[in-house]
Protein backbone atom coordinates (compact mmCIF):
# COMPACT_ATOMS: atom_id res chain seq x y z
CA UNK A 1 0.00 0.00 0.00
CA UNK A 2 3.14 2.09 0.13
CA UNK A 3 3.33 2.79 -3.37
CA UNK A 4 -0.28 4.01 -3.36
CA UNK A 5 0.03 8.09 -3.86
CA UNK A 6 -2.21 10.72 -2.14
CA UNK A 7 -4.28 11.13 -4.35
CA UNK A 8 -5.58 7.26 -5.03
CA UNK A 9 -5.99 7.05 -1.26
CA UNK A 10 -8.43 10.16 -1.32
CA UNK A 11 -11.00 8.04 -4.21
CA UNK A 12 -10.58 4.83 -2.12
CA UNK A 13 -12.03 6.52 1.30
CA UNK A 14 -14.18 8.61 -1.40
CA UNK A 15 -15.82 5.54 -2.53
CA UNK A 16 -16.35 3.42 0.74
CA UNK A 17 -20.43 3.01 1.40
CA UNK A 18 -21.77 5.71 3.46
CA UNK A 19 -24.03 2.56 5.19
CA UNK A 20 -21.01 0.53 6.35
CA UNK A 21 -19.14 3.75 8.03
CA UNK A 22 -22.88 4.71 10.10
CA UNK A 23 -23.15 1.00 11.01
CA UNK A 24 -19.98 1.05 12.16
CA UNK A 25 -20.84 4.38 14.19
CA UNK A 26 -23.72 2.46 15.46
CA UNK A 27 -21.76 -0.89 16.42
CA UNK A 28 -19.27 2.00 18.60
CA UNK A 29 -22.90 3.95 20.29
CA UNK A 30 -24.55 0.65 21.14
CA UNK A 31 -27.07 0.82 18.34
CA UNK A 32 -28.62 4.79 19.18
CA UNK A 33 -27.46 6.23 15.92
CA UNK A 34 -28.32 10.07 15.01
CA UNK A 35 -30.54 10.54 11.80
CA UNK A 36 -27.81 12.70 10.65
CA UNK A 37 -25.02 9.62 10.87
CA UNK A 38 -27.03 7.51 8.13
CA UNK A 39 -26.43 9.33 5.57
CA UNK A 40 -23.11 11.91 6.68
CA UNK A 41 -19.71 10.46 7.65
CA UNK A 42 -18.57 11.51 11.01
CA UNK A 43 -16.41 14.43 9.84
CA UNK A 44 -19.39 15.74 7.37
CA UNK A 45 -21.59 15.11 9.96
CA UNK A 46 -19.50 17.65 12.63
CA UNK A 47 -19.07 19.87 9.76
CA UNK A 48 -22.58 20.19 9.03
CA UNK A 49 -23.79 20.73 12.50
CA UNK A 50 -21.40 23.42 12.58
CA UNK A 51 -22.97 24.95 9.59
CA UNK A 52 -26.07 24.54 11.46
CA UNK A 53 -24.86 26.57 14.13
CA UNK A 54 -23.73 29.59 12.63
CA UNK A 55 -27.15 29.57 10.78
CA UNK A 56 -29.27 30.16 13.95
CA UNK A 57 -26.47 32.14 15.30
CA UNK A 58 -26.91 34.82 12.99
CA UNK A 59 -30.82 34.22 12.19
CA UNK A 60 -31.03 35.06 15.92
CA UNK A 61 -29.04 38.40 15.69
CA UNK A 62 -31.23 42.17 15.40
CA UNK A 63 -32.14 42.87 12.36
CA UNK A 64 -29.61 44.55 10.46
CA UNK A 65 -30.74 48.47 9.82
CA UNK A 66 -32.15 49.03 6.26
CA UNK A 67 -30.65 51.96 4.73
CA UNK A 68 -32.89 54.85 4.98
CA UNK A 69 -33.21 57.92 2.60
CA UNK A 70 -34.42 59.86 5.57
CA UNK A 71 -31.95 59.25 8.26
CA UNK A 72 -29.47 61.90 7.94
CA UNK A 73 -32.05 64.33 8.09
CA UNK A 74 -33.47 63.18 10.98
CA UNK A 75 -30.39 62.97 13.07
CA UNK A 76 -30.05 66.52 11.95
CA UNK A 77 -32.59 67.65 13.10
CA UNK A 78 -32.63 65.66 16.54
CA UNK A 79 -28.94 65.71 16.88
CA UNK A 80 -27.37 68.69 15.54
CA UNK A 81 -26.37 71.80 17.40
CA UNK A 82 -26.81 73.75 14.00
CA UNK A 83 -30.92 72.65 13.87
CA UNK A 84 -31.02 74.82 17.26
CA UNK A 85 -29.20 77.38 16.30
CA UNK A 86 -30.95 78.30 12.70
CA UNK A 87 -34.66 77.73 14.66
CA UNK A 88 -33.34 80.45 17.21
CA UNK A 89 -31.71 82.45 14.74
CA UNK A 90 -34.86 82.45 13.03
CA UNK A 91 -37.67 83.41 16.15
CA UNK A 92 -34.94 85.91 16.93
CA UNK A 93 -35.13 87.68 13.87
CA UNK A 94 -38.61 87.22 13.65
CA UNK A 95 -39.24 89.02 16.94
CA UNK A 96 -37.41 91.89 15.96
CA UNK A 97 -39.01 92.50 12.85
CA UNK A 98 -41.85 92.40 15.16
CA UNK A 99 -40.86 95.24 17.04
CA UNK A 100 -41.04 97.28 13.27
CA UNK A 101 -44.22 95.97 12.41
CA UNK A 102 -45.78 97.08 15.40
CA UNK A 103 -44.12 100.50 14.80
CA UNK A 104 -45.99 100.51 10.93
CA UNK A 105 -49.88 100.45 10.71
CA UNK A 106 -49.17 100.21 6.88
CA UNK A 107 -46.92 96.88 7.48
CA UNK A 108 -49.04 93.00 6.81
CA UNK A 109 -47.26 90.21 5.91
CA UNK A 110 -50.13 88.35 4.08
CA UNK A 111 -51.08 89.27 0.74
CA UNK A 112 -54.86 88.16 1.48
CA UNK A 113 -55.34 91.44 3.61
CA UNK A 114 -56.95 93.64 0.84
CA UNK A 115 -59.12 95.54 3.67
CA UNK A 116 -57.70 98.48 5.57
CA UNK A 117 -56.26 96.96 7.93
CA UNK A 118 -54.67 100.00 9.55
CA UNK A 119 -56.59 99.71 12.82
CA UNK A 120 -56.80 96.60 13.59
CA UNK A 121 -55.38 93.90 16.47
CA UNK A 122 -51.86 92.69 15.51
CA UNK A 123 -50.78 88.83 15.25
CA UNK A 124 -48.91 86.48 13.68
CA UNK A 125 -49.74 83.41 11.76
CA UNK A 126 -47.49 80.06 12.10
CA UNK A 127 -47.84 76.82 11.09
CA UNK A 128 -47.56 73.97 14.04
CA UNK A 129 -45.60 71.04 12.57
CA UNK A 130 -41.80 71.56 12.03
CA UNK A 131 -42.74 75.29 12.40
CA UNK A 132 -43.69 75.34 16.03
CA UNK A 133 -43.94 71.46 16.70
CA UNK A 134 -41.03 68.93 16.67
CA UNK A 135 -42.48 66.22 15.14
CA UNK A 136 -38.78 64.08 14.48
CA UNK A 137 -39.75 61.12 16.52
CA UNK A 138 -42.60 60.55 13.85
CA UNK A 139 -40.20 60.33 11.33
CA UNK A 140 -37.91 57.82 13.65
CA UNK A 141 -41.37 55.36 13.69
CA UNK A 142 -41.63 55.56 10.25
CA UNK A 143 -37.88 54.60 9.63
CA UNK A 144 -37.96 51.90 12.31
CA UNK A 145 -41.22 50.23 10.78
CA UNK A 146 -40.12 50.37 7.25
CA UNK A 147 -43.58 51.32 5.66
CA UNK A 148 -42.93 54.76 5.15
CA UNK A 149 -45.68 57.67 5.91
CA UNK A 150 -49.20 57.05 6.05
CA UNK A 151 -52.03 59.30 6.93
CA UNK A 152 -52.70 56.23 9.84
CA UNK A 153 -49.02 56.49 10.84
CA UNK A 154 -49.36 59.98 11.64
CA UNK A 155 -53.09 60.11 13.13
CA UNK A 156 -51.27 57.45 15.58
CA UNK A 157 -48.46 60.01 16.03
CA UNK A 158 -50.37 62.61 16.51
CA UNK A 159 -52.57 60.76 19.23
CA UNK A 160 -49.38 60.26 21.29
CA UNK A 161 -49.41 64.29 22.19
CA UNK A 162 -45.69 63.88 22.99
CA UNK A 163 -44.22 66.13 20.02
CA UNK A 164 -41.50 68.47 21.57
CA UNK A 165 -40.92 72.41 21.19
CA UNK A 166 -38.84 74.12 17.79
CA UNK A 167 -35.99 75.71 19.97
CA UNK A 168 -37.10 79.79 20.35
CA UNK A 169 -40.51 78.93 19.41
CA UNK A 170 -41.64 79.36 22.90
CA UNK A 171 -40.13 82.29 23.93
CA UNK A 172 -41.52 84.02 20.64
CA UNK A 173 -44.48 83.56 21.33
CA UNK A 174 -44.94 84.67 24.68
CA UNK A 175 -42.54 88.18 23.75
CA UNK A 176 -45.28 88.36 21.30
CA UNK A 177 -48.50 88.41 23.47
CA UNK A 178 -46.49 90.74 25.91
CA UNK A 179 -46.44 93.13 22.94
CA UNK A 180 -49.77 92.91 21.96
CA UNK A 181 -49.90 90.19 19.22
CA UNK A 182 -52.38 87.50 19.07
CA UNK A 183 -50.33 84.19 17.69
CA UNK A 184 -52.73 82.44 15.09
CA UNK A 185 -51.82 78.63 14.38
CA UNK A 186 -53.03 77.28 10.83
CA UNK A 187 -51.86 73.63 10.83
CA UNK A 188 -53.47 70.96 8.74
CA UNK A 189 -53.11 68.16 11.50
CA UNK A 190 -57.27 67.23 11.88
CA UNK A 191 -58.17 68.59 15.18
CA UNK A 192 -60.79 70.17 17.06
CA UNK A 193 -59.76 73.30 18.55
CA UNK A 194 -62.85 73.27 21.14
CA UNK A 195 -61.90 70.36 22.89
CA UNK A 196 -59.50 70.02 25.50
CA UNK A 197 -58.75 66.48 25.37
CA UNK A 198 -57.97 66.77 21.94
CA UNK A 199 -54.33 65.86 21.30
CA UNK A 200 -52.88 69.21 19.46
CA UNK A 201 -54.66 71.08 22.09
CA UNK A 202 -52.92 69.11 25.02
CA UNK A 203 -49.85 69.00 23.07
CA UNK A 204 -49.89 73.06 22.81
CA UNK A 205 -51.00 73.30 26.35
CA UNK A 206 -48.43 70.74 28.05
CA UNK A 207 -45.28 72.66 26.02
CA UNK A 208 -46.38 75.76 27.36
CA UNK A 209 -47.46 77.47 24.18
CA UNK A 210 -49.74 80.36 23.96
CA UNK A 211 -52.87 78.94 22.89
CA UNK A 212 -56.70 80.33 22.24
CA UNK A 213 -59.65 77.81 20.42
CA UNK A 214 -60.22 80.56 18.22
CA UNK A 215 -57.08 81.24 16.91
CA UNK A 216 -56.02 77.55 16.20
CA UNK A 217 -57.47 76.92 12.30
CA UNK A 218 -57.24 72.91 11.96
CA UNK A 219 -57.73 71.24 8.40
CA UNK A 220 -60.96 71.33 7.11
CA UNK A 221 -61.56 70.57 3.34
CA UNK A 222 -58.08 70.51 2.07
CA UNK A 223 -55.05 71.50 2.63
CA UNK A 224 -54.30 75.04 1.04
CA UNK A 225 -54.15 77.87 3.48
CA UNK A 226 -55.42 80.58 1.87
CA UNK A 227 -58.91 80.48 2.73
CA UNK A 228 -57.56 80.25 6.84
CA UNK A 229 -55.05 83.25 6.49
CA UNK A 230 -58.29 85.33 4.40
CA UNK A 231 -60.10 84.76 7.95
CA UNK A 232 -57.91 85.40 10.11
CA UNK A 233 -56.74 88.55 7.52
CA UNK A 234 -60.59 89.78 8.06
CA UNK A 235 -59.85 90.20 11.71
CA UNK A 236 -56.57 91.22 13.02
CA UNK A 237 -53.43 93.05 10.91
CA UNK A 238 -50.60 89.96 9.84
CA UNK A 239 -47.71 91.16 10.74
CA UNK A 240 -45.61 88.00 10.02
CA UNK A 241 -46.03 84.53 8.35
CA UNK A 242 -43.82 81.84 9.99
CA UNK A 243 -43.63 78.24 8.67
CA UNK A 244 -41.40 75.64 7.34
CA UNK A 245 -42.83 75.45 3.96
CA UNK A 246 -43.63 77.22 1.04
CA UNK A 247 -47.39 76.81 0.93
CA UNK A 248 -47.13 78.28 4.80
CA UNK A 249 -46.77 81.61 3.52
CA UNK A 250 -48.67 81.08 -0.33
CA UNK A 251 -50.45 78.51 -2.26
CA UNK A 252 -47.34 77.56 -4.57
CA UNK A 253 -47.95 74.68 -7.48
CA UNK A 254 -45.47 71.66 -7.38
CA UNK A 255 -43.03 71.96 -10.43
CA UNK A 256 -39.46 72.82 -9.17
CA UNK A 257 -38.62 75.78 -11.99
CA UNK A 258 -42.10 77.86 -11.10
CA UNK A 259 -41.50 77.21 -7.06
CA UNK A 260 -37.63 78.73 -7.73
CA UNK A 261 -39.58 81.50 -9.92
CA UNK A 262 -42.05 82.10 -6.91
CA UNK A 263 -38.93 82.38 -4.69
CA UNK A 264 -37.24 85.24 -6.25
CA UNK A 265 -41.04 87.08 -6.84
CA UNK A 266 -40.99 87.24 -3.48
CA UNK A 267 -37.42 87.88 -2.61
CA UNK A 268 -38.31 91.00 -0.50
CA UNK A 269 -40.35 89.04 2.13
CA UNK A 270 -37.70 86.52 3.07
CA UNK A 271 -36.31 87.09 6.48
CA UNK A 272 -38.38 90.65 6.79
CA UNK A 273 -42.34 89.39 6.79
CA UNK A 274 -41.79 85.76 5.99
CA UNK A 275 -39.50 83.15 8.14
CA UNK A 276 -38.73 79.96 7.30
CA UNK A 277 -38.18 77.26 9.60
CA UNK A 278 -35.10 74.73 8.02
CA UNK A 279 -37.09 71.05 7.94
CA UNK A 280 -34.88 68.49 5.69
CA UNK A 281 -37.66 65.56 6.34
CA UNK A 282 -40.35 66.40 4.79
CA UNK A 283 -42.67 68.68 2.55
CA UNK A 284 -44.08 70.39 -0.51
CA UNK A 285 -40.73 70.58 -1.61
CA UNK A 286 -40.14 66.46 -2.01
CA UNK A 287 -43.27 65.87 -4.03
CA UNK A 288 -41.93 68.77 -6.60
CA UNK A 289 -39.17 66.06 -7.58
CA UNK A 290 -41.30 63.13 -6.49
CA UNK A 291 -40.89 60.69 -3.91
CA UNK A 292 -39.74 57.68 -5.54
CA UNK A 293 -36.13 57.35 -5.56
CA UNK A 294 -35.05 57.11 -8.76
CA UNK A 295 -36.53 60.20 -9.01
CA UNK A 296 -34.27 62.04 -6.03
CA UNK A 297 -31.42 61.08 -8.12
CA UNK A 298 -32.26 62.28 -11.27
CA UNK A 299 -33.45 66.04 -9.55
CA UNK A 300 -29.66 65.91 -8.20
CA UNK A 301 -27.28 68.38 -10.06
CA UNK A 302 -24.10 66.76 -10.85
Known amino acids: MSDITTAEKERLVAA ?9 ISHR ?25 GVFAVTAQPAAPR ?26 AAGMALTA ?42 MRTGQGYTEEGWTAWVKEARAGAVPGAVAFLHA ?22 DPT ?8 I ?24 GRFRILLLIGDDFNDFTAVPDAVDER ?17 LPNPMYGSWERSVGFDLAKKWNALRP
Open 176 to 197: ALLKGVAPHYITNRVCNPADAA
Open 260 to 276: TKLRKFYEPMWGTKWFV
Open 201 to 208: VKVLKHLG
Open 101 to 142: ALADPHWTAAYEQTNDFRALPPAVILDLDETVLDNSSAQVQV
Open 29 to 53: TGGNRSPLSFWYPPRMLRIVLLVLM
Open 210 to 233: PYAPDRLLCKTAGSNKTDRRSAVA
Open 16 to 24: RPLVRRSDA
Open 67 to 92: PEANLNATLWVQTSAEFGALATQTYR
